[in-house]
Structure formats: structure tokens, C-alpha cells
């Protein structure tokens, strides 16, 4: 295993590790989704939606030494949400709240358009040595369409080409 693909094992692990430890529900999106269903394109970041409102004082102190920004709400480059950066061991993630508005912004029409978190339509696949609960093949490929930004171009492409 490579360097690179070894850091995003060690963060993928830590987080998954706590999320079960505070029993917060939690889905995969983005990249990592992607690769979970096969995909190719390098990975970026680990991106994650929890709900804020349900994760514990004691998970955010946790995870308070790798955040390197947020929580904030911002709206730009097509999101509308309330996220924070973290780096695990140089592994970049973003967590995102789903207890708040999410949009995206529609890349053709300019319309911002919500994206919904359903927890229970997740899907358990294994990925980079972890089982990890995953945003729907179906889901993941119709807010990356919205999107269309060419890597989730690529990303809908090998989504659609794999299931």
C-alpha cells in the first residue's frame, strides 16, 4: 500500500472509528463515495455529512486538535452549507452538518437546488480496508450531475459505467 493510500486508510479508520464510538450516523459522499463504487479518479478528501446537532461535546473535543477550519456556513463554488476542515495525519476531510440547509448550486441553470442526507438509504460497501456507509450509487451520481464539474463528470461517467 502506498504512502498516499495508506494516510487515507488511517483517517478513513480514525473517523469511522468515532463516529461508531458516539454512535453518530454518518454517510460517505464525494470522492470517496465514488471510489467505494469502483471509481478511479485520486482521491482528494474524505468529504462526510453528520448531523451537528445529534454528534456530542465530547466526539467535537475529539476531533478539535486536526480542525484546520470551521464549523462555518458559506456559500460558494456551488455549495450552500455548514462544514469544517479537518487534517488527520496530512489526509484532508470535510464534515459537513446535514442538520441544516444543504444546496448545491445547478452548474447550467445556476438554480440552487437542496441536497438531502437520508442516513437510512445508505449503502455499506468496502473501501480502502474499512465497511463504510455510503451515499446511494443513484443519489451520488444525480448531485454530481448538478454539479458538473468535469471530475464529477468523470465521476458520473464511472458511476453509470459500473452499475
Given at each position: 500500500m502506498n504512502d498516499h493510500i495508506s494516510r487515507q486508510s488511517a483517517a478513513l479508520g480514525w473517523i469511522v472509528g468515532l463516529f461508531e464510538k458516539h454512535l453518530i450516523s454518518y454517510q460517505v459522499v464525494g470522492g470517496l463515495a465514488v471510489l467505494a463504487y469502483g471509481g478511479t479518479r485520486p482521491l482528494n478528501d474524505i468529504d462526510v455529512y453528520i448531523d451537528f446537532s445529534q454528534a456530542s461535546d465530547a466526539f467535537f473535543e475529539e476531533i478539535r486538535e486536526t480542525i484546520t477550519w470551521g464549523p462555518?456556513?458559506?456559500?460558494?463554488?456551488?455549495?450552500?452549507l455548514t462544514y469544517l476542515k479537518a487534517n488527520f495525519r496530512g489526509q484532508k476531510l470535510?464534515?459537513?452538518?446535514?442538520?441544516?440547509?444543504?444546496?448545491?448550486q445547478n452548474?447550467?441553470?445556476?438554480?440552487?437546488v437542496e441536497l438531502?442526507?437520508?442516513?437510512?438509504?445508505?449503502v455499506r460497501r468496502n473501501v480502502l480496508g474499512y465497511e463504510i456507509l455510503v451515499m446511494p450509487a443513484s443519489q451520488l451520481s444525480a448531485y454530481k450531475t448538478v454539479l458538473g464539474r468535469p471530475f464529477d463528470k468523470q465521476d458520473v461517467y464511472e458511476l453509470q459505467s459500473h452499475h
Amino acid at each position: 500500500m502506498n504512502d498516499h493510500i495508506s494516510r487515507q486508510s488511517a483517517a478513513l479508520g480514525w473517523i469511522v472509528g468515532l463516529f461508531e464510538k458516539h454512535l453518530i450516523s454518518y454517510q460517505v459522499v464525494g470522492g470517496l463515495a465514488v471510489l467505494a463504487y469502483g471509481g478511479t479518479r485520486p482521491l482528494n478528501d474524505i468529504d462526510v455529512y453528520i448531523d451537528f446537532s445529534q454528534a456530542s461535546d465530547a466526539f467535537f473535543e475529539e476531533i478539535r486538535e486536526t480542525i484546520t477550519w470551521g464549523p462555518e456556513a458559506i456559500k460558494e463554488l456551488g455549495w450552500d452549507l455548514t462544514y469544517l476542515k479537518a487534517n488527520f495525519r496530512g489526509q484532508k476531510l470535510e464534515i459537513a452538518d446535514s442538520g441544516t440547509k444543504t444546496r448545491i448550486q445547478n452548474r447550467s441553470t445556476g438554480e440552487w437546488v437542496e441536497l438531502p442526507i437520508d442516513y437510512e438509504s445508505s449503502v455499506r460497501r468496502n473501501v480502502l480496508g474499512y465497511e463504510i456507509l455510503v451515499m446511494p450509487a443513484s443519489q451520488l451520481s444525480a448531485y454530481k450531475t448538478v454539479l458538473g464539474r468535469p471530475f464529477d463528470k468523470q465521476d458520473v461517467y464511472e458511476l453509470q459505467s459500473h452499475h
